[in-house]
C-alpha cells in the first residue's frame, strides 16, 4: 500500500490536488483573498444574501433570545420555537404539508435514504448526482443502481427491472457541476407509472428558479403529487446554513423516527433559524434578485459563445466552461486569479476523468462593470 505522503504527491502530479484559500470578511461580489481584492465568480450565494443586513439583524436579535447554540437534538429539547416556525413557513412556501429541518443538505440527504429505504428495496440514481446523494443510496441498505445522466429512458428501463418492495429515484433538480436542469416531469410520470418515489434535490435551483424562488418544481409547472420528496439547502440562494425536506405527513413523521442524520445530532442553533425565515420573505419578495441574474446569464453566454469557449447547457447561475485537462484547468484558474477573478477549477473525481472545468457562478450582487471584466479576462487568456 502506498503511504499517505505518496498518495498526496501523486495527486499533485496529476492536477488534482485540492487546497483551501483563505476569505477575509463577509460573502459578497468582491473577497480578499491572500490581501488581494479580487471579483467572486465562485460562490453559491446566488442571490447575495450571505451578508445581508435584515438578515443579519435577524440572526443577532435571535442570539439574544435564544442563545448561541441549541442545546440537544431536536428530539431531546432542542427543538425551539424559530426552528418550529421555519418549518411551517417553508411548508407554506414550497407548498408541502409538512416540511423537517436538518443541519445540512449532506444529512438531509442521508437521512432520506436510510429512514425510508432498506433492504430488498431498489435505489436508482442519476449517475452525476451530487456526492451526498450517491452516498445516501449506498449507505441506504437498499440495491444500489446509477441510469445515464438525465436519460429517462434508461431509468425506466431499470424501473421496469427491479420488482422491489419499495422503489425510489433520487435526483438533483440543477446539477452542480454542469448547471442543467434533470428533465422531472418525465421522470416524474416513469416513477408514477412505477409506484415509485421522486426525491428531488433542489439545492442549486430553490431560490434562483420560478418566479417566486420555489425552485425547479416551481419552475418546471409541478407539485407535490408528481414530486413527492424535495430537499433543499439553505446555504446557497437564502445565504444561511442547512437544509429541510418537504413531504406528506407520513414521510415526515416516518423521517423523525427513522433518520438517524436527524435523531443523532445536534439541532443547529436557533438564531440561524430566525435568520433563515428574513431570508425566505426575501426570496419571495426580491424577484429583481432573479431578473438582474437572468440577465447577466445571458449576457454572459452570449459573449462567452463568441470567444469560442465550450460552454454547457445552462440556464442556472452555474456556467461552466469544460477544458478537458486538469492541469490546464488549474492554470487557467490561477492566471484568472492574477487578473483579479476568482473562479473556481473543477476536476475529478468531482466531475469525469477528462471533464474538467472552469466553474462561473453569478450572484444578484455582480454589477455589469463586474461581468465585463471577467470577459475581459478570460479574452485575456484564450489569447
Same mark, same amino acid.
Given at each position: 500500500?502506498?503511504?499517505?505522503?505518496?498518495?498526496?504527491?501523486?495527486?499533485?502530479?496529476?492536477?488534482?490536488?485540492?487546497?483551501?484559500?483563505?476569505?477575509?470578511?463577509?460573502?459578497?461580489?468582491?473577497?480578499?483573498?491572500?490581501?488581494?481584492?479580487?471579483?467572486?465568480?465562485?460562490?453559491?450565494?446566488?442571490?447575495?444574501?450571505?451578508?445581508?443586513?435584515?438578515?443579519?439583524?435577524?440572526?443577532? *436579535?435571535?442570539?439574544?433570545?435564544?442563545?448561541?447554540?441549541?442545546?440537544?437534538?431536536?428530539?431531546?429539547?432542542?427543538?425551539?420555537?424559530?426552528?418550529?416556525?421555519?418549518?411551517?413557513?417553508?411548508?407554506?412556501?414550497?407548498?408541502?404539508?409538512? &416540511?423537517?429541518?436538518?443541519?445540512?443538505?449532506?444529512?438531509?440527504?442521508?437521512?432520506?435514504?436510510?429512514?425510508?429505504?432498506?433492504?430488498?428495496?431498489?435505489?436508482?440514481?442519476?449517475?452525476?448526482?451530487?456526492?451526498?446523494?450517491?452516498?445516501?443510496?449506498?449507505?441506504?441498505?437498499?440495491?444500489?443502481?446509477?441510469?445515464?445522466?438525465?436519460?429517462?429512458?434508461?431509468?425506466?428501463?431499470?424501473?421496469?427491472?427491479?420488482?422491489?418492495?419499495?422503489?425510489?429515484?433520487?435526483?438533483?433538480?440543477?446539477?452542480?457541476?454542469?448547471?442543467?436542469?434533470?428533465?422531472?416531469?418525465?421522470?416524474?410520470?416513469?416513477?408514477?407509472?412505477?409506484?415509485?418515489?421522486?426525491?428531488?434535490?433542489?439545492?442549486?435551483?430553490?431560490?434562483?428558479?420560478?418566479?417566486?424562488?420555489?425552485? &425547479?418544481?416551481?419552475?418546471?409547472?409541478?407539485?407535490?403529487?408528481?414530486?413527492?420528496?424535495?430537499?433543499?439547502?439553505?446555504? *446557497?440562494? &437564502?445565504?444561511?446554513?442547512?437544509?429541510?425536506?418537504?413531504?406528506?405527513?407520513?414521510?415526515?413523521?416516518?423521517?423523525?423516527?427513522?433518520?438517524?442524520?436527524?435523531?443523532?445530532?445536534?439541532?443547529?442553533?436557533?438564531?440561524?433559524?430566525?435568520?433563515?425565515?428574513?431570508?425566505?420573505?426575501?426570496?419571495?419578495?426580491?424577484?429583481?434578485?432573479?431578473?438582474?441574474?437572468?440577465?447577466?446569464?445571458?449576457?454572459?453566454?452570449?459573449?462567452?459563445?463568441?470567444?469560442?469557449?465550450?460552454?454547457?447547457?445552462?440556464?442556472?447561475?452555474?456556467?461552466?466552461?469544460?477544458?478537458?485537462?486538469?492541469?490546464?484547468?488549474?492554470?487557467?484558474?490561477?492566471?484568472?486569479?492574477?487578473?483579479?477573478?476568482?473562479?473556481?477549477?473543477?476536476?475529478?473525481?468531482?466531475?469525469?476523468?477528462?471533464?474538467?472545468?472552469?466553474?462561473?457562478?453569478?450572484?444578484?450582487?455582480?454589477?455589469?462593470?463586474?461581468?465585463?471584466?471577467?470577459?475581459?479576462?478570460?479574452?485575456?487568456?484564450?489569447?
Amino acid at each position: 500500500m502506498k503511504s499517505l505522503k505518496d498518495q498526496l504527491q501523486q495527486k499533485k502530479e496529476q492536477g488534482l490536488y485540492r487546497q483551501r484559500k483563505v476569505i477575509e470578511g463577509a460573502q459578497a461580489a468582491e473577497l480578499i483573498i491572500d490581501g488581494k481584492k479580487v471579483i467572486n465568480f465562485c460562490s453559491n450565494n446566488y442571490l447575495g444574501l450571505a451578508n445581508h443586513s435584515e438578515i443579519n439583524a435577524a440572526f443577532k *436579535k435571535g442570539i439574544d433570545r435564544y442563545g448561541t447554540g441549541s442545546g440537544a437534538a431536536h428530539l431531546i429539547n432542542g427543538h425551539s420555537a424559530a426552528h418550529h416556525a421555519l418549518e411551517e413557513e417553508l411548508a407554506e412556501f414550497t407548498g408541502y404539508p409538512r &416540511c423537517l429541518l436538518f443541519s445540512t443538505g449532506y444529512m438531509a440527504n442521508l437521512g432520506v435514504a436510510q429512514g425510508l429505504m432498506g433492504r430488498g428495496d431498489v435505489v436508482l440514481e442519476d449517475r452525476l448526482n451530487h456526492a451526498s446523494l450517491l452516498d445516501a443510496g449506498l449507505l441506504s441498505g437498499a440495491r444500489f443502481s446509477r441510469f445515464a445522466h438525465a436519460d429517462v429512458s434508461d431509468a425506466e428501463k431499470k424501473l421496469e427491472k427491479y420488482a422491489a418492495k419499495e422503489k425510489m429515484l433520487l435526483t438533483d433538480g440543477v446539477f452542480s457541476m454542469d448547471g442543467d436542469i434533470a428533465p422531472l416531469p418525465a421522470l416524474a410520470k416513469s416513477c408514477q407509472q412505477h409506484d415509485a418515489y421522486l426525491m428531488v434535490d433542489d439545492a442549486h435551483g430553490f431560490g434562483v428558479l420560478g418566479e417566486q424562488g420555489r425552485g &425547479c418544481i416551481e419552475y418546471l409547472g409541478l407539485g407535490q403529487s408528481e414530486v413527492p420528496i424535495l430537499m433543499a439547502t439553505l446555504g *446557497k440562494a &437564502c445565504g444561511t446554513a442547512g437544509a429541510f425536506v418537504a413531504a406528506d405527513e407520513d414521510i415526515i413523521e416516518t423521517l423523525i423516527q427513522n433518520a438517524r442524520s436527524y435523531i443523532y445530532t445536534t439541532a443547529s442553533p436557533p438564531a440561524l433559524a430566525e435568520a433563515t425565515r428574513a431570508s425566505i420573505k426575501l426570496v419571495q419578495s426580491e424577484n429583481w434578485r432573479r431578473e438582474h441574474l437572468a440577465e447577466l446569464i445571458k449576457q454572459f453566454r452570449q459573449s462567452v459563445a463568441q470567444m469560442g469557449y465550450e460552454l454547457m447547457d445552462s440556464i442556472t447561475p452555474i456556467q461552466p466552461i469544460v477544458i478537458g485537462d486538469s492541469h490546464q484547468a488549474m492554470q487557467l484558474s490561477q492566471q484568472l486569479l492574477k487578473l483579479g477573478v476568482h473562479v473556481g477549477a473543477i476536476r475529478p473525481p468531482t466531475v469525469e476523468p477528462g471533464t474538467a472545468r472552469l466553474r462561473i457562478t453569478f450572484n444578484a450582487e455582480h454589477s455589469v462593470a463586474q461581468l465585463n471584466q471577467l470577459l475581459d479576462a478570460l479574452e485575456k487568456i484564450k489569447k
